[in-house]
Every structure is written in C-alpha cells, then in structure tokens.
C-alpha cells in the first residue's frame, strides 16, 4: 500500500531530462552478475572536460562565497571529464528491500583525462527534499553540445568534492541516492543505511563496467574513500559500516579512509530528546523525513504513522518537488490549525473528561511537531509500545552494529554550533567505535570559524579533500583548530605540536598519517 501511495506521486516530481528513460535499450540489455550483486548494464553520458585551469575558474566563478576560497584545486593535475552515470541495482543482501527488483539509479562521475590507476572516492550529497537538487541534475541546464558548468544546488558540496578529487587522480562517483535523480524506487534512502549501500557500493561496480567499456586506459585500484557532509556525511559512514558487515559486497573494494562530516550519527539519542522535549523542536522537517523514509518498513505503513489527511500532506510534502523551506511552512500551517481544533475539543470535555485525560501526554501532543503524527502512533512512542521503529532506529543508529571493527581511519569533521545536527552525534560515534578499537578521529570546528550547519560544509570538505591529497588522515581523538589555521597539512601538524599533541606516525598507503595521544 505504501508503494502504490509513493508511486502515485511520481507524476508531480521532476523527469530525468538526460534519460527520458532509456528504459528499452538499458532493460533488454543482458543483466551482468558482479560480485554478488546483480546488474544490468551501466551507461555514461559524457557531460563536460575540464582543465585544471577551468576548474579553478569556476569554483571561483560561481561558488565564490561558499567555496572560492578555500583553494579546493589547489593539488589539481589532471585534466578530467565528467559523465552522468544510469546504473540499476539488484539483488544487494537480504536486508534490503530492492533485493527483488532491478531499481534504475543514477549519480555523476569524473576521472582524470590521462589513463591511470585510480583509487575511488564516493561523495555523498547533504540531504535534499527536492529532487531537483541532486548531483546528476546539476547538468541539466547545459546543451549537449556546450561545455558547461554544474549549477548550484544542495549538491554542490558533493560535485565539487567528486570534481576535486578527480582532478587529484581519483576516480569518482557522486550518487544521487535511492529515490532521486533517475530512480524509480518508491523509498528514500534517508538514514538507512543499507539503502545508501545499494546505491554507492553498486555505483562502484557500474563505474569499474563503465571503465572497462571506455577502454581508455583507466582502471580502479579497489582502495575505496568515502566522503559526504550532513546527510552525505552519515551516508559515507554507513556504506564503511556496510562494506564490513555484508559478505554479500564481496572483495572488489576496501576502504581506505572515511571523511563522515556533521552527520546525524548517533539516531536514537536525537529522536528520544525529540519524543521528551517537543516544544524544543523547532525544525521538525528532518524529524517528519526520517519517519516517513523509515514507514516503508513499518507494518502499518505510512497511514499508521500519520493517519488520513497528515499522512496524504507527508507523502506530497516529500514527493522530490519541494524544498525544506516550503515543506517547514507546511508543516507549522497544519500545527497551528491542529492546535485550534484541539483547543476547542478540549474547552467543550466535560469536567469529567478532562479529569480523565492524561494531561503530561496531552500537553505533549497538541501544538509540537508530534501533532503530526496519528494519535495512535504517538501513543505508543509515549508509552513505549512502538518497538517496530526502534528497532529500525537502532539498526540505523552508526554508533552501533559494527560486526567488525573498523581498521580504515575515521575522520570527522563537526561544528560545534551546529544546532541542526548536534555535534554530539559525531562524538557519541568516536567513543563507541575507539572504544572497540577502532580509529576515530574528530576535527571540531569552532564557532568563530562557522555558527550554522550550512557555514561549515566547506570547511569540512576542504578538510577531507587536504587529507585525501596526502594521504594523510590527521588526528585520531578530537582536535579542535581554527580554519585561519588551516592550509599545508604540515601547518596543521605544527598547530597540533604547538597545542602539546603527541604525534604518532603510521603507514596509510602511500603517505602517512598522525594520531594525537
């Protein structure tokens, strides 16, 4: 039922202008068998070539006040191009939905002009409510006989990572996610792990086909780095989580480092502070996302979370075609109208009745964020009959459920006054994961350096993009510096010798990394 709801919605949200679906060519294609998963085979449509210099004039160009200086092309050598690529995914582990359906997905990638070997980086985008702001529909404003540049959307941080690093000598992907871009599915993969999984990890194997079809040159050398910022950044650790938890993946790629940036890390801890303090909440957009992203897995479905009318708002408010703005007005509209009709139920109780109502709960309920949810469903969160969903929380929640410690360095990157995502969420995720030996590390961001969620996402990129050019993974534990005392990775060492950091040198790939002590 959930399906058939979303899919009633897909006419409203946007078409895939570069597909208009080559659903017969791509789908009478023999389906190839990679690894364990499945697939039918990936296409590239080539977009743009860039010059070192190009690159540089465009991050100045056009993103200038968020990124133009911060020198992201500074390690640049390599010419690259840029495809949109369409890949599908299929049977991808049993604890994913779309283990019995050939999904059509799609993303952006870039490789170096010059034939190599390449290591593979996946950037992942921030989270998005309209579709429209996702990597593979940046390009859509170009011709396809023009050289043009992506335009700038809620994925920019993720192009210009994925352009970056290209630029480096690394192949990479910017996917566009299960339920964007080109997909079909009737899911979003907001905070579900295996979903982003299905997305990244079969978008690695598609580029490796894709490679191999072009018969450039270029080949992969299976050292895998994720990256991403916000949503992005709880993406990136929960493909490494993934990788090592499912045998299903097989051995094509290992990870080589994670840059997990502001992510909603530790999921249970936020949506508990959330159920006891609802006054508190005052953006409830993300909150109202993770449910209904999570109600395709719930028994009831969509209309048990929500009920009749709030249930029909959410799946429109989140069907690709609004952004996070649009759908907050939405959502405090209903609030406000549903505060003055319970106000007048409850005037019109009788003594009796008002005696009787559980009053803590009542306050609760009527003028929060919770208001939005079916009177049913909220009772049994408040009183703790709701074990669906937690169990699908916790099984989302990134400071657990490693079956295997995780070897590849972490690297964190968090604002401490980012009240969107706590920092708390990346610090809960350090200390469990280092205390099971792990190799977590946190650069915390201060607030004279970003005060918003949004402020901080370049400093955080420039950061994963420095190490990545390197190969050299920074501190392990928390570190807090300035951006003014960023530039050579060797200036941030001095910083860290200057502070008193005890410095520990050990191999990672080519280079070296430090951990303070």
């Not at 370049?458 to 530039?487: F, I, P, R």
């Amino acid at each position: 039922a959930f399906a058939s709801r979303r899919r009633s919605c897909s006419s409203t949200r946007q078409a895939h202008p570069l597909i208009t679906m080559r659903t017969t060519s791509i789908f009478a294609a023999a389906a190839l068998v990679v690894g364990a998963s499945a697939y039918v085979t990936p296409t590239a449509d080539h977009l743009a070539t860039y010059t070192v210099q190009q690159l540089n004039d465009m991050v100045t160009g056009l993103y200038g006040s968020d990124f133009g200086h911060l020198g992201l092309f500074d390690d640049a050598q390599y010419d690259i191009q840029v495809y949109m690529l369409n890949y599908t995914t299929g049977t991808a582990g049993a604890s994913t939905p779309l283990a019995d359906d050939l999904v059509p997905l799609s993303g952006l990638m870039a490789v170096p002009v010059t034939p190599m070997a390449c290591d593979l980086a996946i950037f992942h985008h921030d989270v998005t409510t309209e579709n429209s702001h996702v990597p593979s529909l940046a390009y859509t404003a170009c011709s396809s006989t023009s050289n043009c540049y992506p335009s700038p959307s809620k994925a920019t941080g993720a192009i210009l990572g994925m352009l970056s690093s290209a630029s480096m000598g690394y192949a990479a992907i910017a996917p566009d996610g299960v339920g964007y871009g080109n997909s079909e599915a009737e899911w979003t993969n907001f905070l579900q792990a295996d979903l982003y999984a299905v997305s990244s990890i079969n978008a690695a194997h598609a580029l490796k086909l894709v490679l191999a079809d072009l018969d450039e040159g270029t080949t992969l050398t299976g050292q895998l780095t994720l990256a991403g910022y916000g949503e992005g950044g709880y993406a990136s650790l929960a493909v490494h989580r993934e990788i090592l938890d499912k045998s299903t993946w097989g051995s094509d790629f290992t990870v080589q480092a994670t840059f997990p940036g502001a992510g909603r890390l530790a999921l249970g801890d936020d949506f508990k502070d959330a159920l006891q303090e609802p006054e508190d909440v005052t953006e409830p957009v993300y909150l109202m996302y993770m449910l209904f992203s999570y109600a395709s897995k719930l028994s009831e479905g969509l209309e048990g979370a929500f009920g009749g009318k709030e249930g029909e708002n959410i799946e429109l408010w989140f069907s690709g075609i609004y952004d996070y703005d649009e759908i907050h007005a939405f959502m405090w509209a209903d609030l406000e109208e549903e505060k003055e009709k319970q106000a007048e139920e409850y005037y019109n109780m009788d003594d009796y009745e008002k005696q009787n109502q559980d009053k803590n709960a009542e306050e609760k309920y009527r003028g929060t964020f919770l208001n939005l949810l079916s009177k049913e469903f909220f009772e049994a969160l408040e009183y703790g009959t709701e074990t669906e969903l937690e169990v699908i929380i916790e099984a989302n929640s990134l400071e657990k459920g490693w079956t295997a410690t995780p070897q590849a360095p972490i690297r964190a990157c968090h604002g401490v006054a980012d009240e969107r995502v706590l920092i708390r969420n990346s610090e809960t995720a350090m200390k469990a994961i280092n205390d099971n030996g792990g190799d977590f590390g946190l650069l915390e961001l201060a607030e004279a350096d970003c005060e918003t969620h949004e402020e901080c996402s370049a400093l955080c990129l420039q950061h994963s993009l420095q190490m990545m050019s390197t190969k050299d993974t920074g501190a392990s534990g928390k570190t807090t510096l300035h951006a003014a005392h960023w530039g050579a990775l060797a200036g941030v060492i001095a910083v860290l010798a200057v502070i008193g950091a005890v410095v520990v040198y050990r191999n990672y790939g080519t280079g070296i990394r430090y951990s303070t002590l």
